[in-house]
């Protein structure tokens, strides 16, 4: 009865997207009424799954609907642009019904001013979700770069709750300085995983190199808590990079440096520190990205310990016409533990490994509220401790927004 009503409630407000949209004069851009801008959605999306339990052996296989209706909004005046995203969804499995779940949230971003005066922004979320983050890259609060948590946890029940803050101006024309501070908190419904609390502060100073080109140099601390640990462990961070700036084809943005890890009763780690980011539009038709970055963050699996995280990815986008487009992904991440962690007969080094492949093809049809897509991805984790797995889903959906 739950579920049916879960899905009622999805498929009526598809069905009044559409509806509206056939009724109104520009469906697929919006609703406008002064600056705002009000933009109904709603997503369907059919996924086989060749592993829901992430089994190494007698892997169970299963299909799942994920069912999703929110809104979009937006507001642009003279030096000022807010945006906000509301969602609710459900996730309904074929055979394994005791694992069906909701998901929801909301994320908020407020900005004004430019740097030839005073450049304010703010950002807010809170989602609640289970399984991969739909609207992770959605939520990236500022230029405050978040903490990766890339171990287990990474797929069970969460809430997650950022607040950014920033201010940046322009003290010459050829120095602006950047300053913000970032907190994330996640908290895990397993009280056997711990929650994860951080705070981040960071400051950036550019100098302009040439009319295409800043230099930059990035100062950040920060503290992480696990509720568990005797005091929070803190780190300081150093790096020295180059950024594009005002290009059409080229953007990249890379940094290196140094981050100093503490942690109570434990010797401070030292290592080298990066991150980096280009985007490369080829052609009107392809475009190139790629990143990597890493650190050091506190467990959530282990009261006193900590990881290092390395993690790369790169992408194409292909317009294949028009009206569709082709994309392909790929990524990988190692997590190294600073302590060695308890086993069965003793302690053991723990190592995990994750990568992935993923291809996905969009239609944008006649009717321009209405995308259709299919999707295939790809992942195997290793490691030195938990047993090593591999999955594969196979997506159908449909996305209506007007």
Not at 230 to 247: E, I, M, N, Q
Not at 270 to 279: F, G
Not at 367 to 392: C, I, R
């Given at each position: 009865?739950?579920?049916?009503?879960?899905?009622?409630?999805?498929?009526?407000?598809?069905?009044?997207?559409?509806?509206?949209?056939?009724?109104?004069?520009?469906?697929?851009?919006?609703?406008?009424?002064?600056?705002?801008?009000?933009?109904?959605?709603?997503?369907?999306?059919?996924?086989?799954?060749?592993?829901?339990?992430?089994?190494?052996?007698?892997?169970?296989?299963?299909?799942?609907?994920?069912?999703?209706?929110?809104?979009?909004?937006?507001?642009?005046?003279?030096?000022?642009?807010?945006?906000?995203?509301?969602?609710?969804?459900?996730?309904?499995?074929?055979?394994?019904?005791?694992?069906?779940?909701?998901?929801?949230?909301?994320?908020?971003?407020?900005?004004?001013?430019?740097?030839?005066?005073?450049?304010?922004?703010?950002?807010?979320?809170?989602?609640?979700?289970?399984?991969?983050?739909?609207?992770?890259?959605e939520a990236a609060v500022l230029g405050v770069s978040p903490d990766s948590v890339l171990d287990s946890t990474a797929?069970?029940?969460?809430?997650?709750?950022?607040?950014?803050?920033?201010?940046?101006?322009?003290?010459?024309?050829?120095?602006?300085?950047?300053?913000?501070?970032?907190?994330?908190?996640?908290?895990?419904?397993?009280?056997?995983?711990?929650?994860?609390?951080?705070?981040?502060?960071?400051?950036?100073?550019?100098?302009?190199?040439?009319?295409?080109?800043?230099?930059?140099?990035?100062?950040l601390g920060g503290l992480q808590d696990n509720g568990v640990i005797s005091d929070p462990a803190s780190y300081y961070?150093?790096?020295?990079?180059?950024?594009?700036?005002?290009?059409?084809?080229?953007?990249?943005?890379?940094?290196?440096?140094?981050?100093?890890?503490?942690?109570?009763?434990?010797?401070?780690?030292?290592?080298?520190?990066?991150?980096?980011?280009?985007?490369?539009?080829?052609?009107?038709?392809?475009?190139?990205?790629?990143?990597?970055?890493?650190?050091?963050?506190?467990?959530?699996?282990?009261?006193?310990?900590?990881?290092?995280?390395?993690?790369?990815?790169?992408?194409?986008?292909?317009?294949?016409?028009?009206?569709?487009?082709?994309?392909?992904?790929?990524?990988?991440?190692?997590?190294?533990?600073?302590?060695?962690?308890?086993?069965?007969?003793?302690?053991?080094?723990?190592?995990?490994?994750?990568?992935?492949?993923?291809?996905?093809?969009?239609?944008?049809?006649?009717?321009?509220?209405?995308?259709?897509?299919?999707?295939?991805?790809?992942?195997?984790?290793?490691?030195?401790?938990?047993?090593?797995?591999?999955?594969?889903?196979?997506?159908?959906?449909?996305?209506?927004?007007?």
């Amino acid at each position: 009865m739950k579920k049916t009503m879960k899905k009622t409630v999805i498929i009526t407000t598809i069905l009044g997207v559409a509806l509206i949209s056939n009724a109104g004069a520009e469906p697929g851009n919006g609703i406008h009424s002064g600056g705002w801008t009000f933009s109904p959605y709603a997503n369907l999306r059919e996924t086989y799954d060749s592993n829901v339990e992430k089994a190494s052996a007698n892997k169970q296989d299963d299909f799942f609907s994920d069912s999703e209706a929110g809104l979009r909004l937006g507001y642009s005046a003279y030096e000022i642009d807010f945006s906000g995203l509301g969602y609710l969804g459900t996730r309904n499995y074929s055979d394994l019904t005791d694992k069906d779940f909701s998901i929801g949230g909301e994320v908020l971003k407020f900005k004004q001013g430019t740097h030839d005066t005073l450049v304010i922004e703010a950002d807010q979320t809170f989602r609640r979700t289970e399984d991969i983050d739909l609207h992770g890259s959605e939520a990236a609060v500022l230029g405050v770069s978040p903490d990766s948590v890339l171990d287990s946890t990474a797929t069970t029940r969460r809430d997650i709750n950022n607040i950014g803050v920033s201010a940046g101006r322009n003290l010459s024309d050829k120095m602006t300085l950047d300053v913000g501070y970032r907190f994330d908190d996640v908290n895990y419904e397993n009280p056997a995983i711990f929650d994860i609390l951080n705070h981040i502060g960071q400051a950036e100073g550019s100098f302009h190199l040439t009319d295409k080109t800043d230099s930059f140099v990035t100062l950040l601390g920060g503290l992480q808590d696990n509720g568990v640990i005797s005091d929070p462990a803190s780190y300081y961070t150093g790096r020295v990079g180059l950024k594009t700036r005002g290009t059409d084809k080229v953007v990249f943005k890379g940094g290196v440096g140094i981050q100093l890890y503490e942690r109570p009763n434990a010797e401070d780690v030292t290592s080298i520190n990066y991150d980096l980011s280009a985007a490369w539009i080829a052609t009107d038709k392809i475009t190139f990205q790629a990143g990597g970055r890493n650190g050091t963050v506190l467990s959530s699996l282990y009261a006193e310990n900590g990881s290092a995280y390395n993690t790369v990815w790169a992408g194409a986008f292909y317009k294949f016409i028009p009206t569709i487009l082709l994309s392909a992904n790929a990524s990988y991440r190692q997590d190294d533990y600073l302590d060695p962690v308890s086993v069965s007969g003793g302690s053991k080094d723990r190592t995990d490994k994750g990568s992935g492949v993923g291809a996905r093809v969009d239609y944008m049809t006649p009717a321009k509220f209405l995308k259709l897509y299919a999707e295939t991805q790809y992942q195997n984790v290793e490691s030195t401790v938990s047993p090593t797995y591999d999955e594969t889903r196979i997506m159908l959906g449909m996305k209506l927004q007007y």
